[in-house]
C-alpha cells in the first residue's frame, strides 16, 4: 500500500490571509490515464486497474469514528455501511486503506465535512495498493513523481 497525499494546489489571496486549497475529487481518473497510456506506448498489455486497487480516505480513522459518534447513529439503533456498536474504526480504516473492505459510502461525508475549528476540509489521501507485489515498486515510483515537490503553506495574518 503506497499513501499518497494529494495536492493540486489553487492559491487565493484575500486582504488579509493567502491560503492554498487542496483537493482530492476526481484524482485516480488522471492518474489511470497516465499510467495507461505509458503501459500502451511501452507495448504492456495490462491496465492500472488490473494492476492496482485506489482509494481517497482522510488521513486518520478517528475522523471516521468522530462523525460517527456526534452526526450519526449516537441512539445506537441504526448503524451505517459497515459499522455495528462494536466496531473498531481503526480496523475498518486499515481494512479499506489496504484494499481488504470496500470503502463505505458513508465515509464521503466525512470526507467532505469542513473541521470544527479551521472550517477547511481535511487532508485526503490516495492510497495506492498494489494486486501482486511484483507491482510494489511501480507504486513507490508514482509516489516519488508526485511528491517531487515538498512545499505546502497557509499563511494568515
Not at 481517497?56 to 459497515?82: I, Q, T
Not at 462494536?86 to 486503506?97: E, G, I, N, S
Not at 477547511?120 to 510494489?136: F, G, M, V, W
Request: overall charge negative; charged content about 35%; proline content about 3%.
Amino acid at each position: 500500500m503506497i499513501k499518497i497525499k494529494l495536492h493540486s494546489a489553487t492559491d487565493l489571496i484575500t486582504n488579509s490571509s493567502t491560503v492554498i486549497f487542496t483537493y482530492s475529487e476526481g484524482c485516480t481518473a488522471p492518474l489511470k490515464e497516465m499510467i495507461n497510456e505509458i503501459l500502451k506506448s511501452f507495448g504492456v498489455e495490462k491496465t492500472f486497474d488490473e494492476m492496482f486497487d485506489t482509494v481517497v480516505l482522510n488521513d486518520s480513522a478517528g475522523d471516521y469514528e468522530e462523525y460517527y459518534a456526534e452526526n450519526l447513529y449516537a441512539d445506537d439503533e441504526k448503524f451505517p455501511e459497515g459499522v455495528d456498536k462494536d466496531t473498531d474504526f481503526q480496523k475498518l480504516w486499515d481494512d479499506v486503506a489496504t484494499g481488504k473492505v470496500k470503502k463505505p459510502d458513508w465515509f464521503k461525508k466525512v470526507e467532505e465535512q469542513e473541521g470544527r475549528y479551521d472550517y477547511y476540509r481535511r487532508s485526503t489521501y490516495l492510497y495506492i495498493i498494489p494486486k501482486d507485489e511484483k507491482y510494489a515498486k511501480l507504486a513507490k515510483l508514482i509516489y516519488g513523481f508526485l511528491y517531487s515537490t515538498d512545499h505546502e503553506a497557509t499563511r494568515d495574518g
